[in-house]
């Protein structure tokens, strides 16, 4: 049973896949746009949204979680750059654009995963 279990596994064990997603994570954050295939762009999604809401404390305890999970550069980014750019708003800090074209060698849907100006 999978009581409790979600999100996508994407082929590798736990520390490789938290890897993997943290580098997608980080490469968002620095380039506020990126090109991906539609189930890695679902699951950065929910890792960056939660970060801005961690960022937009503007605590700490919030650029101390920030630093845990992200490198340097791109924790000070969300706790100076971002956060402040979405204080006023609730949530919904990323959108994901669906791409017409899917990818040549395995046909995986493709979408432009971006920050909500």
Excluded: C, W
Excluded at 4 to 14: E, M, P, S, T, V
Excluded at 18 to 29: H, P, Q
Excluded at 48 to 72: A, C, D, F, H, W
């Amino acid at each position: 049973m999978r009581h409790l279990n979600k999100g996508r596994k994407f082929g590798l064990k736990r520390g490789p896949r938290r890897a993997f997603l943290r580098v997608l994570a980080n490469n968002l954050i620095r380039h506020e746009r990126i090109r991906t295939t539609e189930a890695r762009a679902k699951e950065i999604k929910m890792l960056v949204e939660r970060y801005i809401t961690y960022g937009k404390k503007q605590n700490l305890s919030g650029m101390r979680l920030l630093q845990q999970k992200l490198p340097k550069v791109a924790a000070y980014k969300v706790y100076h750059e971002l956060a402040p750019r979405y204080a006023e708003r609730k949530g919904g800090y990323i959108r994901i654009l669906k791409q017409t074209k899917a990818r040549t060698h395995d046909g995986a849907k493709m979408v432009v995963i971006e920050f909500v100006k």
